[in-house]
């Protein structure tokens, strides 16, 4: 090697000063810098005290800097960052699988093959400015497509199971949502755009969105797992560990999620078919994982959108049957909420062939939906929760209910919360002024079983036919004897309350089409028959007195009442009194009771005792 100081450039010599000797020999001589003539040892010295930009700028100066300086720059690329954690600036490896684009494709294999050779790792997290966005450099390569830039990540030991931060940091780097990606377009619609905007990402999901089945395949040959969105680990949020680290997950968004939006032409696609049936036999130990925000599996997906090829091969797969969502509903109870609320016919027409086949795969027909106790749920509870009152619904809904009662369904659960099946076939009939298509429905399931007198626990034990004379006035003359042929009757203890009904109602007591109310006079107790009584005349703002004068209209009337009662004549002269006046048609109320409730009022007082009716009335 020449001495230093006999290597020098033509410029450095005056014009006046060179000799023609030197200015021959120097320019025969090609131009170098010394900087590139210095010993080794010092240049080692003065490259490693420069930063990055300036051993970069160094390099583009030529070509032998470029080839000294390439090293120092993967070095100094691959360097920790300094404030600690796993956090790399390797902008060579960011770069190589950002821009992996079809025609730098051997640019960046050579990028990232060099910067792996001088410490680089694949494994680093870039952040975003907002520094809650990361990814890492195979979420880049799958963002972009390329497989061979994948397949050399993977061969320098990428993650497939690693984490990015989601949707807004791969969409800020335009790498995911584009107008022309119509796999993730098709994705970010109604059924997964909420969970997967909501969780972190793996490498996995944008490839099986997209159908990429190269990249398909090089990943499951590195076994990746089967989930492609999951929440963050609660046990390393702290440290932004990338790594999924415990298992079995249990809220994901997995590839049978994805499968479920497959119709049958997209599942057998000539090109992706075989990857596809890899797949999804792989792992079925977790086909039927929930997503994180709905709690929707994927069995539940294919009955939202109608999915019925992939409803039947997850079920074949043994898909958890019993699985619930957010609601506590199985797929199930979901299909049937659907069909009961669905007034399109071929929406309808699927429903009940998805339920048909849910139940003869062995779905529990007495399934409770418990997650809200206020509103416990079963199928044949929301089977006959009907939305529509027409000839059409009635004939789908009864031939609902019967084929969940041929399959077991129990007409008394649930026992303990809200009220059964026949009580809200009853309560609905009720609501809708007794509808001749419910009241079908109501003696099919009194005829299958049903027990029409059991007590609605809700509504602190009241009996359906209670429910029903609480309401008589509303209702058609029909209603209350077409319940009495079903068997209904009243508990005990609503005897007094019913009394008290008939006594306020002039229909109730009509001869011809009242309510026999002393058939339940056994079982009125004493404080009821007094409560009738009094009702009885203050209902029609009038007592009986001495005179029988006319009733005081105050607001007083009621304390009046009681101080005239205390103040007459015995209980045996007014009535008495009561009756030869009225026969002998003198001094007459001022508001005339009709002849209904005066042969009302002559069972109560025959019944109880008027004159001892009348001294408790006055205590």
């Given at each position: 090697?020449p001495?230093v100081q006999?290597?020098v450039?033509?410029?450095?010599?005056?014009?006046?000063?060179?000799s023609?000797s030197?200015?021959?020999q120097?320019?025969?001589?090609?131009k170098r810098?010394?900087?590139?003539m210095?010993p080794l040892?010092i240049?080692?010295?003065?490259f490693e005290?420069?930063?990055?930009q300036?051993l970069?700028r160094l390099a583009?100066t030529c070509h032998?800097?470029?080839?000294?300086?390439?090293p120092?720059l993967?070095?100094?690329?691959?360097?920790?960052?300094?404030?600690g954690?796993?956090?790399v600036?390797s902008?060579a490896?960011?770069?190589a699988?950002m821009?992996?684009?079809?025609?730098?494709t051997?640019a960046c294999?050579?990028?990232?093959r060099?910067?792996?050779e001088?410490?680089g790792?694949?494994?680093?997290?870039f952040?975003g400015v907002?520094?809650?966005?990361f990814?890492?450099?195979?979420?880049?390569?799958?963002?972009?497509g390329?497989?061979?830039v994948?397949?050399?990540?993977?061969s320098?030991?990428a993650d497939?199971?690693?984490?990015s931060?989601?949707?807004?940091f791969?969409d800020r780097?335009?790498?995911?949502?584009?107008e022309?990606d119509?796999g993730?377009?098709?994705?970010?619609?109604?059924h997964l755009d909420?969970?997967?905007?909501?969780c972190?990402w793996?490498?996995l999901?944008?490839?099986?969105?997209?159908?990429?089945r190269?990249?398909?395949?090089?990943?499951?040959?590195?076994?990746?797992?089967?989930f492609?969105?999951?929440?963050?680990d609660?046990a390393?949020e702290?440290?932004r560990?990338?790594i999924?680290?415990q298992?079995?997950?249990?809220?994901?968004?997995?590839i049978?999620?994805?499968f479920?939006?497959?119709?049958?032409?997209?599942f057998?696609d000539?090109?992706?078919k075989?990857?596809?049936?890899?797949?999804?036999?792989?792992?079925r130990?977790?086909i039927s994982?929930?997503t994180?925000?709905?709690?929707?599996s994927p069995?539940?997906m294919t009955?939202r959108?109608?999915?019925g090829?992939?409803?039947r091969?997850l079920?074949?797969a043994r898909?958890?049957l019993?699985?619930g969502?957010?609601m506590?509903?199985?797929?199930?109870l979901?299909a049937i909420?659907e069909?009961t609320?669905?007034?399109?016919?071929?929406?309808r027409?699927f429903?009940?062939?998805?339920?048909r086949h849910l139940?003869d795969?062995?779905?529990?027909?007495n399934c409770?939906a418990d997650q809200?106790m206020?509103?416990l749920e079963t199928?044949l509870?929301?089977?006959?929760d009907?939305?529509?009152?027409d000839?059409k619904?009635y004939?789908?809904?009864a031939?609902?209910?019967?084929?969940?009662l041929?399959?077991?369904?129990n007409?008394?659960?649930p026992?303990t919360?809200?009220f059964s099946a026949?009580?809200?076939v009853?309560?609905v009939?009720?609501?809708n002024?007794?509808n001749?298509y419910?009241e079908?429905?109501l003696?099919?399931l009194?005829r299958?079983?049903?027990?029409?007198?059991a007590?609605?626990?809700h509504?602190?034990?009241?009996?359906i036919?209670?429910k029903?004379?609480?309401?008589?006035?509303?209702l058609p003359?029909h209603a209350?004897?077409?319940?009495l042929?079903?068997?209904?009757?009243i508990?005990?203890?609503?005897?007094?309350?019913?009394?008290?009904l008939?006594v306020?109602?002039?229909r109730?007591r009509?001869p011809?089409?009242g309510?026999?109310v002393?058939?339940?006079?056994?079982?009125?107790?004493?404080a009821g028959?007094?409560?009738a009584?009094?009702?009885a005349?203050k209902s029609?703002?009038?007592i009986p007195?001495v005179?029988?004068?006319?009733m005081?209209?105050s607001?007083n009337?009621?304390r009046?009442?009681c101080?005239?009662?205390r103040?007459g004549?015995?209980c045996t002269s007014?009535w008495?009194?009561?009756?030869r006046r009225r026969?002998?048609?003198?001094?007459?109320?001022?508001?005339t009771?009709?002849s209904?409730?005066d042969e009302a009022l002559?069972p109560l007082?025959?019944t109880?005792?008027i004159a001892q009716?009348?001294?408790?009335?006055?205590?």
């Amino acid at each position: 090697m020449p001495a230093v100081q006999d290597v020098v450039m033509a410029d450095d010599y005056p014009p006046e000063k060179a000799s023609a000797s030197q200015n021959a020999q120097t320019q025969a001589m090609p131009k170098r810098p010394w900087l590139n003539m210095m010993p080794l040892d010092i240049r080692v010295m003065i490259f490693e005290d420069l930063d990055i930009q300036s051993l970069a700028r160094l390099a583009s100066t030529c070509h032998d800097f470029a080839a000294f300086v390439e090293p120092y720059l993967y070095k100094r690329d691959a360097k920790p960052d300094p404030e600690g954690g796993n956090k790399v600036d390797s902008s060579a490896i960011k770069w190589a699988t950002m821009y992996a684009d079809a025609s730098y494709t051997q640019a960046c294999l050579e990028v990232l093959r060099r910067s792996a050779e001088f410490g680089g790792d694949i494994n680093a997290i870039f952040y975003g400015v907002d520094k809650s966005e990361f990814a890492t450099a195979l979420h880049f390569a799958c963002g972009t497509g390329n497989a061979e830039v994948v397949e050399s990540c993977l061969s320098e030991g990428a993650d497939v199971m690693a984490l990015s931060s989601g949707y807004s940091f791969l969409d800020r780097l335009s790498l995911c949502g584009h107008e022309t990606d119509e796999g993730v377009m098709y994705l970010f619609g109604p059924h997964l755009d909420k969970d997967l905007k909501f969780c972190r990402w793996l490498p996995l999901l944008l490839p099986m969105l997209r159908g990429q089945r190269r990249i398909l395949e090089l990943l499951a040959h590195e076994h990746a797992p089967p989930f492609v969105a999951c929440l963050p680990d609660p046990a390393s949020e702290a440290e932004r560990n990338s790594i999924i680290s415990q298992y079995p997950i249990t809220r994901a968004v997995t590839i049978y999620h994805i499968f479920a939006l497959m119709d049958e032409s997209q599942f057998h696609d000539e090109d992706l078919k075989k990857v596809h049936r890899l797949l999804f036999a792989r792992h079925r130990e977790d086909i039927s994982v929930c997503t994180p925000r709905h709690g929707m599996s994927p069995l539940h997906m294919t009955i939202r959108i109608g999915n019925g090829f992939m409803m039947r091969k997850l079920t074949s797969a043994r898909a958890y049957l019993e699985v619930g969502c957010n609601m506590g509903r199985t797929p199930l109870l979901w299909a049937i909420m659907e069909y009961t609320g669905s007034t399109d016919y071929s929406r309808r027409s699927f429903l009940l062939t998805a339920i048909r086949h849910l139940i003869d795969s062995g779905a529990n027909v007495n399934c409770y939906a418990d997650q809200n106790m206020d509103a416990l749920e079963t199928p044949l509870l929301c089977a006959v929760d009907v939305a529509t009152l027409d000839n059409k619904t009635y004939h789908s809904i009864a031939n609902l209910v019967e084929m969940l009662l041929n399959a077991g369904a129990n007409i008394a659960e649930p026992r303990t919360v809200r009220f059964s099946a026949l009580h809200a076939v009853a309560m609905v009939n009720l609501d809708n002024g007794s509808n001749d298509y419910l009241e079908s429905l109501l003696k099919m399931l009194v005829r299958r079983g049903g027990d029409i007198n059991a007590p609605m626990i809700h509504s602190e034990g009241s009996t359906i036919l209670f429910k029903y004379l609480k309401r008589y006035d509303d209702l058609p003359y029909h209603a209350i004897p077409n319940l009495l042929s079903m068997g209904a009757n009243i508990q005990s203890y609503e005897a007094d309350d019913v009394l008290e009904l008939w006594v306020h109602s002039s229909r109730m007591r009509s001869p011809q089409r009242g309510y026999d109310v002393f058939q339940h006079g056994a079982d009125v107790s004493e404080a009821g028959w007094k409560r009738a009584f009094v009702k009885a005349f203050k209902s029609h703002n009038r007592i009986p007195t001495v005179g029988f004068g006319r009733m005081p209209k105050s607001s007083n009337s009621t304390r009046n009442t009681c101080r005239r009662i205390r103040g007459g004549p015995t209980c045996t002269s007014l009535w008495k009194s009561w009756g030869r006046r009225r026969a002998i048609g003198r001094t007459r109320l001022s508001t005339t009771l009709d002849s209904s409730f005066d042969e009302a009022l002559r069972p109560l007082f025959g019944t109880f005792g008027i004159a001892q009716l009348c001294s408790n009335c006055a205590a």
